[in-house]
Structure formats: structure tokens, C-alpha cells
């Protein structure tokens, strides 16, 4: 299996080498479509320019055209008689048709420059070869002479050649060598990310990995970090909420085994056995009560539980659920204030929100001193019902607040049997979640506000 590293370098070499190509193909067609005949008029002006100097002085011709030849010039001079004449550097291959030559004795000029067949991989402007030339007539002593020439590219542009193929080759290592550090630096924090799921895997999230990088490495190493994180936060609340788990359901248990036994006795009282039997009672039904809640609080979370969404009044629910709270309130001499205008419909599973109400209204019932006060106001707004449940309690302290939707989270931590569970705030926050809404608590010395926003329709 092809490591990260090899992959990078691999890919890198191949961008380079395909990125060379590709610029070559461009540039030749570049030159075709564009400057071949510019090429190809240039050397018909200096043709011409040599075809008058040596009409002027035919006796000087041949040395003239060895100069010429000399200054970076391929000629090659013929007449009817087949008589040739070369200057300067061998064509590497003579395939001039005989067409040609003819066409440039009868007075036409031959664009073979010009004509230059378009080939991919082929550039004209170096393939030296006679018909890749430009020929003019020239008269000389009562004769008619072809002159056809083309720079000779190795004796202009053979220092420039090698220079700019060394430019290329240098180039091409010189990236390649700088991508393989480059690459390394690259691949080194994926390495460590690669190495950390490992550990993650074996169950250690205890992890750090370096955080100075700013580009998107860094972040996901970040965000890698954050998950890390947050994976402990779920490992150690899913061990503490097996412990909680066995520790709700083992205290009613031991109880139930305990007056069990006692309740065994013959010599027990009426009045005794019907205590303990009443005890044994009250444990089973907070037991039922506990597994009543474990399957919801499940089945809302994997999304099992049936939403059935319908319009109805909050008003209706809020009345409701302050009827059947109505027998503790007047025990422990509660007002109960309500502010909710008869409009606000809500559109949700009616089941599900009513259970939110009366976990609230009942934690503020069962939390705050007699004599005190429960204020349920609501409004709207453009996008959302905005339900407050606020009492005048003795509040909760603020080390505590943000655990409160913990599941069987009691600032009591002595665990005292108060006949609750530990479940409902966080059956409230799943079901307010589910209706895609959400629920915020504040708290002071003076009471507990719990905030509920539900989108409208």
C-alpha cells in the first residue's frame, strides 16, 4: 500500500511532467497559429534584401552567401540546370519537391515556412529540412536561380538552447527536490492525526497534537482535538450514567428485598406490615416510573418515538397541566400566575409537549419554599412561541446550571430519595429538540427563569 507521502510525490512529479507538456503543446500551437507566418514574412524581407545585393554584384554572390551562411543562414542556391549550391550547415533532410523550384524560377515566391505542416510535437520553427524554407528568384548573368534559406537555429540559438534546456532540467529537480520537503511537512500532521485515531480507537482520548499551524491542517487538527474531546465527555457520562442507572434502580431493590423479609415475619404488627408493604409499594412504582422514562428518554434519542404532529391551543395545555398539579400548589400555597394569550397555537405531538409543561411547572412545584410564586407567560414572534415558566424560588446555584440537563444530574449529591428520577430535564431538552426548539434556564437568588422557543407555523 502506497503510503500518503509516496502518493503526494508521485502526483507532484506527474503535475510537473504533464504541465510541461502541456505548455509545449500550447506553445507550438501558439507558433503555428501565430508566428509561423510572421516567421515566414521575415525571411522572405531578408531574402529579398540578399536577392538585390547579389543582383547588384553578381561577381561577389558566392562570398556574400558564405557570409550570409556564416551570420546564421542555411542557403541553398539551384538553377534549371539542377546545378546546387550549398552555405552554410547541411539540411538534415533535402525533401525540397521539384514543384518548388520550379514555382521560385518562374518569379513566385515559395512560402514553405508558412506551409509548414501543423504537428503536435513537432515545432517548425526547428525542423531543419529544405522544404521548411523560404525561396525568391534571383537573375545573375542572363540566369534564373532559386534561392531558398531558413535560420540556422543551432548557430543563432545554440548557447540560448542549452541555456534555456538547463533553465527546464534545474527547474524540474530543483521542484522536485523542494516538493519531497515540502511534501513531508505536508503529510507529517496527517501522520499524527493517522496515529491518534489509533489511539482514539483504543480508547485513549487523552490526545494532544501541536496547534500552531493556521491553514486547514490546523484546523482539522483542531477540530480533531475538539472531537477527542467531546468523545471522552460522551464515554465518561455513558460510565456515569450506567453507575447512575445502577444505582437508581439497586437502592428501590435493596428496599423491596429488605421489607420483604421483614414482611416474612409472623410476629409483625397490622400496623407495621401495612408500613412496610406501602414502602414496598412506593419503590416499585418509582421503579416503574424509572424504566417508564429510561424508554422514552431512549426511543427519543435513537428516533423510534412516534411524532404526531397537530395544532392545538398552549393555553389548553398549560391549564391542564395546572389542574393536575392543582392539589400541590394548594398544599404548599403557591400562586400561580398566567400570561398566555388564547391565540398562540402550537404545532407539535401534544403528548410529547405536555409532559415538557408539567416537568417544568412541577420542578418549580416540588423545588421552591411555600408561599411562593409561579409566573407562565408567552409571546410571539415573527418565527417563533416564546413560553416562560418563572418562580420565586431560592434558585440555583450557578456551579450547577450547566449540568441541569444531565441526565440524573441532582445538585443534591448525597442522592437523597426525593421520589424523582433525574430524567425529566433531559427528556424536556430532547423533546423540545425534536420540535426543533430550545430551551434555555437562568437563575438567581431571587428564582428560576426557564425559557422554551418553539418555531410557529
Known amino acids: 500500500m502506497r503510503s500518503l507521502y509516496s502518493r503526494v510525490f508521485l502526483i507532484t512529479v506527474a503535475v510537473i511532467l504533464a504541465s510541461s507538456l502541456l505548455g509545449f503543446i500550447i506553445s507550438n500551437v501558439y507558433y503555428h497559429i501565430q508566428l509561423k507566418s510572421f516567421n515566414d514574412q521575415k525571411l522572405v524581407t531578408i531574402a529579398e534584401q540578399i536577392k538585390e545585393y547579389a543582383e547588384d554584384d553578381p561577381e561577389r554572390m558566392e562570398d556574400y552567401l558564405h557570409n550570409a551562411a556564416a551570420l546564421g543562414y542555411e542557403i541553398y542556391l539551384t538553377n534549371a540546370q539542377g546545378e546546387d549550391h550549398f552555405f552554410g550547415r547541411e539540411f538534415r533532410k533535402q525533401d525540397l519537391s521539384r514543384q518548388a523550384i520550379d514555382q521560385v524560377l518562374n518569379g513566385e515566391v515559395y512560402h514553405g515556412v508558412a506551409q509548414f505542416p501543423n504537428k503536435l510535437f513537432i515545432t517548425g520553427f526547428f525542423d531543419n529540412r529544405l522544404s521548411n524554407t523560404v525561396g525568391v528568384t534571383v537573375h545573375l548573368d542572363q540566369q534564373i536561380y532559386a534561392l531558398f534559406m531558413r535560420p540556422d537555429v543551432i548557430l543563432q540559438f545554440g548557447e540560448l538552447r542549452i541555456f534555456f534546456a538547463l533553465i527546464g532540467l534545474l527547474t524540474v529537480v530543483i521542484s522536485i527536490a523542494l516538493f519531497i520537503f515540502s511534501t513531508r511537512y505536508l503529510v507529517k500532521p496527517i501522520t499524527q492525526l493517522t496515529e491518534a485515531t489509533k489511539q482514539i480507537a ?68 397490622p400496623s407495621d406490615r401495612q408500613h412496610y408493604s406501602t414502602i414496598i409499594e412506593e419503590e416499585s412504582q418509582q421503579l416503574s416510573l ?17 411524532i404526531t404532529r397537530t395544532t392545538f391551543s398552549l393555553l389548553g395545555q398549560i391549564r391542564q397541566a395546572a389542574k393536575l398539579l392543582q392539589w400541590q400548589l394548594e398544599e404548599k400555597e403557591l400562586s400561580l400566575k398566567l400570561s398566555v394569550p388564547d391565540t398562540i397555537q402550537l404545532h407539535g405531538d401534544e403528548v410529547l409537549l405536555m409532559q415538557v409543561w408539567m416537568n417544568l411547572l412541577g420542578n418549580a412545584v416540588n423545588h421552591i419554599p411555600n408561599g411562593r410564586s409561579i409566573e407562565i407567560r408567552a409571546e410571539q414572534t415573527a418565527a417563533h412561541h416564546l413560553i416562560y415558566i418563572r418562580d420565586t424560588g431560592d434558585g440555583i446555584e450557578d456551579e450547577h446550571l450547566p449540568f441541569i440537563f444531565d441526565r440524573f444530574y441532582r445538585a443534591d449529591r448525597a442522592r437523597k430519595h426525593t421520589g424523582r428520577t433525574g430524567l425529566g430535564l433531559s427528556i424536556v431538552k430532547k423533546i423540545i429538540q425534536i420540535h426543533d426548539g430550545q430551551i434555555e434556564v437562568t437563575s438567581s437568588s431571587e428564582g428560576t427563569l426557564f425559557t422554551v422557543s418553539l418555531p410557529r407555523l
Do not use: C, W
Open 202 to 269: 483504543a480508547g485513549n482520548y487523552n490526545l494532544r497534537l501541536p496547534g500552531t499551524r493556521r491553514d486547514e491542517v490546523g484546523q482539522l487538527a483542531g477540530h480533531f482535538m475538539t472531537m477527542s474531546r467531546e468523545l471522552e465527555r460522551v464515554d465518561l457520562s455513558r460510565q456515569q450514567f450506567v453507575s447512575n442507572v445502577s444505582h437508581e434502580i439497586q437502592s428501590p431493590l435493596t428496599s423491596i428485598q429488605g421489607f420483604a423479609k421483614v414482611l416474612a415475619d409472623d410476629s409483625l404488627s
Open 290 to 306: 424509572l424504566s417508564r422514562q429510561l424508554l422514552l428518554l431512549s426511543s427519543l434519542e435513537s428516533g423510534q418515538e412516534a
